[in-house]
Nanobody, 119 residues
Framework: EVQLVESGGGLVQPGRSLKLSCVASGFTFGLYSMSWVRQAPGKGLEWVSS????????WYADSVKGRLTISRDNAKNTLYLQLNSLKSEDTAMYYC????????????RGQGTQVTVSS
């Protein structure tokens, strides 16, 4: 059974940073590209970033490029998302997804971790 458990969210002020983690189990993590997606209050699911199975190639939505960094540690079955220079519009539930960019919005995902950016 695929399990994805996100953590690291919280309430932060604009301009601050957070690092999200997603621990995967139930599948061979190192064989899959992975993604982060998010859902803001009252809005649909939005793709944020993807990483290939080796961690060597990454992709970002224009809205987060230069502020967010995706990474992975295949030895720990863990996906990360470093969020810097946070803005109020980054407020959302963040999910990791068991897929690369193409199917990120429909792939298996975890329960999510809430990020709230507010002064």
């Amino acid at each position: 059974e695929v399990q994805l458990v996100e953590s690291g969210g919280g309430l932060v002020q604009p301009g601050r940073s957070l690092k999200l983690s997603c621990v995967a189990s139930g599948f061979t993590f190192g064989l899959y590209s992975m993604s982060w997606v998010r859902q803001a209050p009252g809005k649909g699911l939005e793709w944020v970033s993807s990483i290939d199975r080796f961690g060597g190639r990454t992709w970002y939505a224009d809205s987060v490029k230069g502020r967010l960094t995706i990474s992975r540690d295949n030895a720990k079955n863990t996906l990360y998302l470093q969020l810097n220079s946070l803005k109020s519009e980054d407020t959302a539930m963040y999910y990791c997804a068991k897929s690369g960019l193409s199917y990120a919005l429909t792939a298996d995902r975890g329960q999510g971790t809430q990020v709230t950016v507010s002064s």
